[in-house]
């Protein structure tokens, strides 16, 4: 009997602790992500443009195909997406759990053993990326301005990102899309609970000098700097 209710008092307290941390990590995600980094820089006379794109979770980082300054086109193959179409303006950048990006095209295919690994960092990441010919810009997208400076920083941080193989080419993961004109591609790093692929676009942002969250795991955090 003591036993049992050792045990019974053992799992009340793990269940008690698993709610607090819960609770205290929602609060935290909340507060934190209104702190602004970068809040006052100006947009004004710089030339090129990029774009944040949500789909009401995840955040893209969205950059020309091609401009003075990088040609990702040479990277990213439009022959490695299924309507192997060259005539586009725009790549997006997402950052992700490969587990998660890979198995799970919609939330109705979502597995516990999934969302677990990518909770807790036990799985390995990928790069989502997708071509667009042209942005729209309202709720979901916003257009940002930013300098020639700004922008190599910027192609730094995603580039870094990737998993290159031993020929320093990006590794493309065949026979997974979404869609017509998307593909994925090995990445650097684990998804977890702290570091998000939210977190990702807003540590780009960041690195760029660009309005951000202090810290943020949700798309919210990013884009309620941008109202």
């Not at 660009?210 to 884009?223: E, H, M, R």
Request: proline share 1%; hydrophobic share 40%; aromatic share 14%.
């Amino acid at each position: 009997m003591i036993s049992v209710k050792k045990s019974l008092k053992t799992l009340g307290l793990a269940v008690l602790g698993l709610i607090s941390f819960l609770v205290l990590y929602v609060v935290a995600a909340l507060l934190i992500s209104k702190i602004a980094v970068n809040a006052s820089v100006s947009q004004k006379d710089k030339a090129i443009e990029i774009f944040i794109l949500s789909n009401g979770v995840h955040t893209d980082i969205v950059v020309p195909i091609k401009n003075e300054y990088k040609d990702w086109s040479k990277e990213i193959r439009f022959q490695q997406t299924k309507s192997k179409d060259s005539l586009v303006n725009y790549l997006a950048f997402g950052w992700g759990d490969k587990g998660f990006y890979l198995n799970t095209p919609e939330w109705s295919d979502l597995k516990a053993s999934t969302a677990f690994n990518a909770a807790f960092g036990l799985s390995s990441s990928a790069m989502h990326t997708t071509f667009y010919k042209s942005m729209k810009e309202d709720a979901d997208c916003k257009k940002i301005r930013i300098s020639a400076e700004e922008y190599q920083k910027l192609i730094n941080f995603i580039s870094q990102s990737f998993e290159f193989d031993s020929s320093k080419r990006v590794q493309w993961i065949s026979n997974y899309s979404y869609g017509n004109r998307d593909a994925f591609y090995e990445a650097k790093g684990s998804y977890n609970l702290f570091y998000t692929c939210n977190t990702w676009a807003n540590n780009a942002l960041k690195t760029t000098n660009q309005k951000a969250s202090l810290w943020t795991v949700t798309d919210t955090g990013i884009f309620c700097h941008y109202q």
